[in-house]
């Protein structure tokens, strides 16, 4: 490490030790290297990848570490995001849900603040949905299977059953033509 003494000089005027900051305060920047930039790429990556699933299916727990995540970003790399971006990771995270009373009001408030609506504020969206998810919640009806769901789960299991009486009926005859 450098040494302080180094660095000083007498006051002609007081005859005092005087110590030179600037010359001192350059010797630790270039020993430390301040400009080094912590690397966010992690958080941006959670930030892009945020879904409802990923967070129980619980909306207030999805916007809360969704905020915690931006937040972070922001501090370790300000002026990086605008204000709208949080908005869009918290739309995409909330389109991800299997509740079509949900999706839907998601839409709506979504299209709300595309078209540049002065009162839907990100406090709004949030709380908005958050209240829309407790409501659900309360009701007994937010993690139930919609009705298109059942159909296309169904639809699926008759497509697997088609399938796997094909490969029978295709190993049948390939066992009868040899």
């Excluded at 991800?96 to 709300?112: A, L, Q």
């Excluded at 504020?121 to 139930?144: D, H, M, P, S």
Aim: proline content about 2%.
């Amino acid at each position: 490490m450098v040494e302080f003494d180094c660095f000083t000089f007498i006051d002609n005027t007081s005859r005092d030790d005087i110590g030179d900051g600037v010359l001192f305060l350059k010797m630790i920047l270039d020993d430390i290297k301040p400009s080094t930039v912590i690397n966010v790429q992690d958080l941006e990556d959670k930030l892009a990848n945020v879904s409802l699933q990923k967070h129980d299916n619980n909306t207030q727990t999805c916007t809360r570490e969704t905020e915690k995540v931006f937040k972070k970003i922001k501090r370790f790399k300000p002026g990086t995001y605008d204000k709208n971006c949080f908005p869009t990771q918290f739309f995409q995270a909330t389109e991800t849900t299997t509740n079509e009373s949900f999706e839907w009001t998601v839409e709506v408030i979504k299209d709300e603040w595309i078209m540049g609506d002065p009162t839907c504020t990100i406090q709004y969206v949030i709380l908005t949905l958050n209240t829309k998810f407790r409501n659900l919640n309360r009701a007994g009806i937010w993690n139930k299977t919609s009705e298109k769901e059942t159909k296309i789960i169904a639809l699926m299991t008759a497509l697997n059953d088609q399938k796997k009486k094909f490969k029978e009926l295709e190993t049948e005859v390939n066992a009868k033509s040899t």
